[in-house]
T-cell receptor, first 115, second 112 residues
Framework: NAGVMQNPRHLVRRRGQEARLRCSPM?????VYWYRQLPEEGLKFMVY????????ESGMPKERFSAEFPKEGPSILRIQQVVRGDSAAYFC?????????????FGEGSRLTVL | QQQVKQSPQSLIVQKGGISIINCAYE??????FPWYQQFPGKGPALLIA?????SEKKEGRFTISFNKSAKQFSLHIMDSQPGDSATYFC???????????FGTGTRLTIIP
């Protein structure tokens, strides 16, 4: 039973380029969460999605950031016109629908470096 | 209101000793308090969790103590081992909404 799969694991972009991070949840999980971890800091909630729906995007920056979880395929976190401050580790987590256990299963993260 | 404060930022404990990490929260609606363990280059993994209807939960060498009136909870690692060296995050959420609010993390180092 594969865990949460994230790719790419490492991504380097120049200022102004776009970054796309992908997340495939665990099999049977229909809830996806994106978190950002800055160096030496904790994880900050960004967005919570279910298939074809954004449930809570209260942690997403108002501009340049977007997320989707289509009916087919992985969840995508998209960062347009990246700036150096976007350099961070982006973690995706999933949970099973209706489990009400509280547990999130995290991927190994995508580390974005903006030059 | 959504903040979870964690201390210390880093901790060095001798092998065999007790490691203690503390967290405090503000939002009284939180009813689920997990601890996550993260190794370098890896994602966080659930270690142990507690609901506020109990004051303590033990799993092996790991114990959570919970003080509802003080809005504090702590992680105790007994007989700490070098393999426990990692970053530990406390978190809180409202059960049914798995949106976790994390503390800032404690980097634990166990020395021989």
């Amino acid at each position: 039973n594969a865990g949460v799969m994230q790719n790419p694991r490492h991504l380097v972009r120049r200022r102004g380029q776009e970054a796309r991070l992908r997340c495939s949840p665990m099999k049977g999980h229909s809830h996806v969460y994106w978190y950002r971890q800055l160096p030496e800091e904790g994880l900050k909630f960004m967005v919570y999605l279910q298939k074809e729906n954004i449930i809570d995007e209260s942690g997403m920056p108002k501009e340049r950031f977007s997320a989707e979880f289509p009916k087919e395929g992985p969840s995508i976190l998209r960062i347009q016109q990246v700036v150096r401050g976007d350099s961070a580790a982006y973690f995706c987590a999933s949970s099973p629908r209706g489990a009400n256990t509280g547990e999130l299963f995290f991927g190994e993260g995508s580390r974005l470096t903006v030059l | 209101q959504q903040q979870v404060k964690q201390s210390p930022q880093s901790l060095i404990v001798q092998k065999g000793g007790i490691s203690i990490i503390n967290c405090a929260y503000e939002n009284t609606a939180f009813d689920y308090f997990p601890w996550y363990q993260q190794f370098p280059g890896k994602g966080p993994a659930l270690l142990i969790a507690i609901r506020p209807d109990v004051s303590e939960k033990k799993e092996g060498r790991f114990t959570i103590s919970f003080n509802k009136s003080a809005k504090q909870f702590s992680l105790h690692i007994m007989d700490s081992q070098p393999g426990d060296s990692a970053t530990y995050f406390c978190a809180a959420s409202i059960l049914g909404n798995e949106k976790l609010t994390f503390g800032t993390g404690t980097r634990l180092t166990i020395i021989p």
